[in-house]
């Protein structure tokens, strides 16, 4: 099963973290069922950019962005050539690492 190791984040996961993930599964989805709380503002459908992230390593196991992501990714803060949009990238068979930005473009997080 691939690994995501995810690079120390202030409030979401302050110590890093390194979880196994089933191949298929988005990173997104991952992050969230090991209680990585990764802003995802509209539902992991692709729509904002609060899930934004930066594939460290493993970048190149991601299928191709969707034109639709890449849009979308033109909004985030802080994007560079290797960010994604978690909830649209799928784990494939090779492990990654991933760095959640400091901030986002989400001006109201929601709390359970």
Not at 18 to 42: P, Q
Request: net charge negative; hydrophobic share 40%.
């Amino acid at each position: 099963m691939p690994r995501i190791t995810v690079l120390p984040h202030p409030d979401c996961v302050p110590s890093g973290a390194s979880i196994e993930a089933a191949s298929g599964t988005s990173i997104c989805d991952a992050l969230l069922e090991n209680d990585i709380d990764i802003e995802h503002a509209c539902g992991k459908v692709g729509a904002c950019t609060t899930c934004h992230l930066i594939v460290r390593e493993g970048f190149p196991s991601l299928a191709q962005a969707s034109d639709n992501e890449e849009d979308m990714l033109d909004r985030a803060w802080g994007v560079e050539h290797l960010s994604r949009l978690s909830c649209q990238a799928i784990v494939a068979e090779a492990d990654l690492t991933v760095e959640i930005p400091r901030y986002s473009l989400n001006h109201a997080k929601e709390t359970a």
